[in-house]
């Protein structure tokens, strides 16, 4: 049986190491360790490394070494770690103006169709939902 590659959104990544909000945080453990035993399954784009260092710098209080830790983490469990292109950046132009979604979502989404993955796990759903041909699936719903 073949299974569909699907793309782990910042935002779960950032849940990982982040405990403010002790539920998402279990969430997001619990699908990194699925996708450490399927890492074939499962991808992260280059970008959403990006973000979540973003994000992980302004915590001041983060400890340099568990940050460094983290991006292991992540960088061991992923099969596979996809990367945008010059051709991605004129597709998301594209994509973000005749959606009305973010010039940033819209890169992620013209990346993950270059490389045949049509299905997302974000907690951003609004967004990407705009996106034709993804698929948008919220872990932490419910």
Same mark, same amino acid.
Request: charged share 30%; aromatic share 10%; glycine share 2%.
């Given at each position: ?28 453990l619990k699908l990194l360790d699925t996708v450490a035993q ?50 991605? !950046? ?13 010039? !940033? ?5 013209? +990346? ?9 796990? +974000? ?8 996106? =034709? ?5 919220? =872990?932490?719903?419910?």
């Amino acid at each position: 049986m073949i299974s569909e590659r699907a793309l782990i959104d910042s935002n779960v990544l950032v849940y990982i190491i982040d405990s403010s909000e002790e539920r998402k945080t279990r969430t997001a453990l619990k699908l990194l360790d699925t996708v450490a035993q399927k890492p074939s399954e499962y991808v992260v784009a280059e970008q959403n490394l990006r973000e979540f260092s973003a994000v992980i710098s302004r915590n001041k209080q983060f400890p340099e070494e568990k940050f460094y830790e983290s991006l292991n983490a992540f960088l061991s469990a992923f099969g596979e770690i996809i990367r945008d292109e010059i051709h991605d !950046w004129l597709e998301a132009f594209t994509i973000s103006r005749s959606h009305a979604t973010s010039y !940033w979502d819209a890169l992620l989404a013209a +990346t993950m169709k270059r490389h045949g993955i049509t299905k997302i796990i +974000t907690e951003n759903v609004k967004d990407f939902r705009k996106v =034709p041909g993804l698929t948008v699936e919220n =872990p932490f719903k419910g």
